[in-house]
């Protein structure tokens, strides 16, 4: 072996070494999952729909108003532009911390004036050898150029588990992205059906306003003719001022439901104006498939997975410190007192040489730092099993309430229809003179009373399909997190 190969045996061992890593190899830890929803067994929608892969989730509603308003989300939503910027953010620091594993190379040029007083001693080398010249002032000018280059190889992979975090954090961050937008996008369809009831409310109250009108003309004339008493002229006035000021009440409803949507467009509120309309009737239930499958379909889940992974490599960070550092540095320029062939080869200077730092005592500051990277692990691992039981619960949640809300639906639906025979029936009598107003009134009111609860459960209904579709992701899928854009564009 020659003793060029000696010298650089050492030096190769050392980058040999930093192909590995310490700390641990991520590996995702199992999280508590059921075979099947409990509330999903026996139990077949009235109107089972599915997201269409090419489509938006909300196609489903089959809703031009809310398509119109869900797009400008992607567009104007502020805290949808937050999350964008928190990613972009991630993605530098990336760019930041990979730096390192790459030498850093600046270039020097200097031009230095230097002197001393005539008291001073100087000395000033010759070819001969050094003079010392007293009693005279001197100045000096030196002209420098080079460049300076130094490499902390990465031996022990601290830098590479770093760029691992952030590249986990990266990808943290691009779910948290997809997550805003879908909690922004569930929360204005929510906002928007609301909105349509308190629009049908409305109707089914300016409805019922013209049958009390209706009602204290009769009482009126009743009056007149001698039939009954100011008694039921009073009761018909008092009912129907009541729903006056429950329609009024709706009014303000609506108005906070469109403000609401009016931001979560990215709007101010005077700008935004949503014409009356109809609220449907058809309550689309996406099927929510096994519950393993919502480890992918969850943003929110892939945040803490990755966020999990993050602090799993931290932990090679922190161990890394345990270990000495080794930097590659050196200089190459010129140095010369005259300007002139300053880059000529006799002005040259160069130095190349390896370091070695270790930190022999810090008062145990590594062993903290060990310590809070891998309580950090632990926390963020209770983290990801807290936020998968969670979606769990929430999607039981919907499926029960859909299920229950269907069933009382059908139940609501026979109390309105017989509410609305009974009303008619005891019109007619009342108008015969065979009941008393009193008894007109009780009917008319359950009749009122039962068109309203059927109108909250479809609302609820509405709210809790969308709700459903949230929970089970929206048609996102894990899988993006590994493109190059990692899914933040608009879906």
């Not at 992607?74 to 972009?88: H, I, K």
């Not at 031996?155 to 588990?161: K, L, N, P, S």
């Not at 500051?365 to 039981?389: F, I, K, M, P, S």
Request: glycine residues 6%; aromatic residues 6%; charged residues 20%.
């Amino acid at each position: 072996m020659t003793a060029r190969a000696v010298r650089l045996t050492p030096l190769a061992a050392m980058l040999l070494l930093s192909a590995c890593a310490v700390g641990p190899n991520y590996r995702r830890p199992d999280a508590l999952v059921a075979g099947d929803y409990k509330e999903n067994k026996d139990w077949k929608p009235a109107a089972p729909a599915q997201v269409p892969s090419d489509q938006t989730w909300w196609s489903i509603y089959n809703d031009p108003v809310l398509d119109a308003l869900e797009r400008k989300i992607d567009v104007s939503n502020q805290t949808l532009v937050a999350a964008e910027a928190a990613y972009r953010s991630a993605q530098a620091q990336v760019g930041i911390d990979q730096g390192p594993l790459f030498p850093a190379i600046t270039a020097t040029a200097a031009n230095t004036r230097s002197g001393g007083g005539s008291n001073l001693n100087q000395a000033v080398t010759t070819g001969s050898g050094t003079a010392v010249t007293t009693n005279n002032s001197t100045r000096n000018k030196i002209y420098s150029a080079g460049a300076q280059a130094s490499w902390s190889i990465d031996v022990w992979g601290r830098i590479r588990r770093l760029v691992e975090s952030d590249r986990d954090k990266a990808q943290a961050s691009a779910a948290d992205v997809a997550a805003a937008r879908l909690s922004a996008q569930t929360a204005l369809a929510e906002d928007y059906f609301q909105l349509r009831a308190a629009d049908q409310q409305r109707i089914l109250y300016e409805n019922s306003i013209k049958d009390f009108q209706t009602s204290l003309t009769i009482a009126q004339n009743q009056v007149k003719a001698g039939v009954t008493t100011l008694a039921d002229v009073y009761s018909a006035e008092t009912e129907l001022a009541s729903t006056q000021a429950s329609d009024t009440s709706v009014l303000l409803t609506r108005a906070k439901f469109e403000h609401a949507i009016a931001v979560l467009t990215g709007q101010d509120p005077e700008a935004l104006s949503i014409e009356s309309g109809t609220l449907s009737t058809t309550v689309p239930v996406v099927p929510p498939g096994i519950p393993s499958e919502l480890l992918q379909r969850r943003p929110d889940i892939a945040a803490a997975e990755r966020g999990m992974a993050s602090a799993n490599a931290l932990i090679g960070v922190a161990e890394s410190a345990w270990f000495p550092s080794l930097t590659l540095s050196g200089t190459f320029g010129f140095s010369s007192t005259v300007l002139p062939g300053l880059l000529g080869a006799g002005n040259s200077l160069w130095s190349f040489g390896p370091s070695l730092a270790e930190t022999v005592f810090n008062g145990g500051t590594r062993l903290a730092q060990n310590r809070q990277a891998r309580a950090n692990y632990d926390n963020a691992v209770a983290t990801y099993r807290g936020t998968v039981l969670s979606a769990f619960q929430s999607v039981e949640d919907d499926l029960v309430s859909l299920r229950v809300l269907e069933q009382q639906l059908q139940l609501q639906q026979t109390a309105v229809k017989d509410a609305r025979l009974s009303e008619a029936l005891t019109l007619n009598q009342y108008k015969s003179g065979i009941v008393a107003y009193s008894v007109l009134l009780v009917a008319q009111t359950t009749r009122l009373s039962a068109e309203i609860a059927l109108l909250s459960i479809q609302s609820q209904q509405l709210v809790s399909s969308a709700d459903l579709v949230s929970q089970l992701g929206g048609g996102w899928d894990a899988a993006v997190l590994n493109r190059k854009d990692r899914g933040v564009a608009s879906r």
